[in-house]
């Protein structure tokens, strides 16, 4: 029984050891094998792989892939012409040599993002200084780009390679600091809002001016039409008056009756007229009273 106990304990410590000295590197990461703190070995390669077991060698992995590092930080920059901006940006890089990386930048991928990250700062610094925000905005950002890629990869391949590579370098945004651009932002809701009383001064303005034509031509149309109608008018009442004269001029005594009886139609045109006078002795009443001199009779039928 202790011999298969013993049999068992020695299996499970070769398996351990042996698991200990097995390791696998994924096609997206180099593989670095230290020992005593020494580099050993590089893997870049994938695949199983072999090493002593701990405390005597260990291993550690890096990406290899394709990594983006972007702005981290906000804070404005100066342009030549003195205008405080504020620049988002990225950059596209790898790691090419795991023993360079290892030794100059660090042991993973945020050592050297941070490096990098005030590296790629600096730049960007160094080249907004020397342009202005037209050159930002305008095609010409295509230049500054590249001069901050320049002198980044002069940077990470100087006397102590970092044993990385930058693929690109991108700026996403370029913008006034916050202040500056409130102060944009109101200066152009100024001009809108100018603008717009502009162009209701001078709706208004156009309006009154068709208003004021519409009145005048409605005055003269109304002129005419009123002397149109006194004309017609009055050449109704001409022919009436002639009408009447031919009439009356037949029967002098007929004339005078109807006039008579006009006149009495006027004179008694509502139920609450009063008169007082004396139809006897009132040469108003003549033709009702049919006799006195100059009184005219009813007319025959």
Do not use: C, H
Not at 85 to 95: A, L, Q, S
Not at 188 to 195: H, I, L, N, P
């Amino acid at each position: 029984m202790n011999r298969i106990g013993f049999i068992a304990s020695t299996v499970l410590v070769a398996l351990a050891l042996l698991s200990s000295m097995l390791f696998v590197v994924d096609q997206r990461q180099f593989g670095v094998v230290y020992a005593l703190g020494q580099i050993k070995q590089v893997i870049t390669e994938p695949g199983l792989n072999f090493k002593l077991p701990p405390p005597f060698q260990n291993v550690s992995y890096i990406d290899k892939r394709l990594l983006t590092l972007s702005s981290l930080e906000t804070e404005p920059m100066l342009t030549a012409e003195k205008q405080r901006v504020v620049i988002d940006w990225y950059v596209r890089w790898r790691v090419t040599n795991p023993s360079e990386y290892i030794r100059n930048v660090g042991l993973d991928e945020n050592a050297g993002a941070m490096q990098l990250n005030r590296v790629v700062r600096n730049a960007f610094q160094e080249n907004i200084n020397k342009r202005t925000v037209r050159d930002l905005i305008s095609l010409r950002r295509q230049d500054v780009m590249d001069d901050v890629k320049r002198e980044v990869l002069t940077v990470v391949q100087g006397a102590k390679p970092w044993g990385v590579d930058i693929v690109d370098v991108r700026i996403t945004r370029v913008d006034y600091v916050e202040a500056i651009t409130e102060s944009v932002y109101r200066r152009m809701e100024a001009e809108r809002k100018r603008v717009a009383n502009e162009l209701r001064s001078t709706g208004f303005a156009e309006g009154e001016k068709i208003r004021a034509d519409a009145d005048r031509q409605r005055e003269v149309t109304v002129a005419n039409a009123y002397r149109d109608a006194q004309k017609v008018k009055g050449e109704g009442d001409a022919q009436a008056a002639a009408a009447y004269s031919e009439s009356f001029g037949r029967d002098a005594q007929f004339a005078q009756f109807y006039r008579s009886l006009d006149a009495y139609k006027q004179s008694f045109n509502k139920k609450s007229d009063v008169l007082v006078v004396d139809p006897s002795s009132s040469d108003f009443f003549q033709a009702l009273r049919g006799s006195g001199t100059g009184t005219a009779a009813a007319p025959r039928r």
